[in-house]
């Protein structure tokens, strides 16, 4: 009987991939993205000191408070949004966007955009 791959490791597999090909800088931190079924995660990492330096997620209240739903693309746009406005409040302009694994398109694409056209660069 042929086994096949749960899409949860498929996804852990390509993210390891994308990890392998480039990390944060200070000058350059990594901007990770993680969606759940429920809710979405972005965070500003420092790998070379090992620090997250920004990060935002539709569980805060103030960001949940905003949003309908949690796990659309209208929620993905709007936490795009809000880290980088965190992200150019603490001095970060550009970032190297890691989409976890995840296919861009939908609410990782909605959320890169958002991010761009609020002052990141990547």
């Known amino acids: 009987m042929v086994k096949k791959e749960s899409r949860t490791d ?10 392998n090909r480039f990390t944060g800088t200070p000058e350059r931190p ?9 809710h979405m995660y972005a965070q ?7 620090h997250t330096l920004v ?3 539709t569980l805060e209240k ?21 880290i980088a406005k965190r992200a150019v409040e603490k001095g970060i302009k550009a970032v190297v ?16 955009d ?4 609020a002052g990141l660069e990547f």
């Not at 990594?30 to 429920?38: D, I």
């Not at 966007?97 to 890169?112: M, N, S, V």
């Open 44 to 50: 500003i990492i420092d790998d070379t000191a090992g």
């Open 30 to 38: 990594r901007l990770a993205v993680f969606r759940s079924n429920n």
């Open 62 to 82: 103030d960001v949940k408070a905003e949003l309908e739903k949690t796990n659309d693309v209208a929620a993905a746009a709007y936490l795009g949004n809000v």
């Open 114 to 117: 958002a991010a761009r056209e």
């Open 97 to 112: 966007f890691d989409r976890g694994g995840f296919i861009y398109q939908g609410k990782i694409k909605a959320l890169a």
């Open 55 to 57: 990060a935002a997620s």
């Open 10 to 19: 498929i996804r852990r597999k390509k993210h390891r991939k994308i990890r």
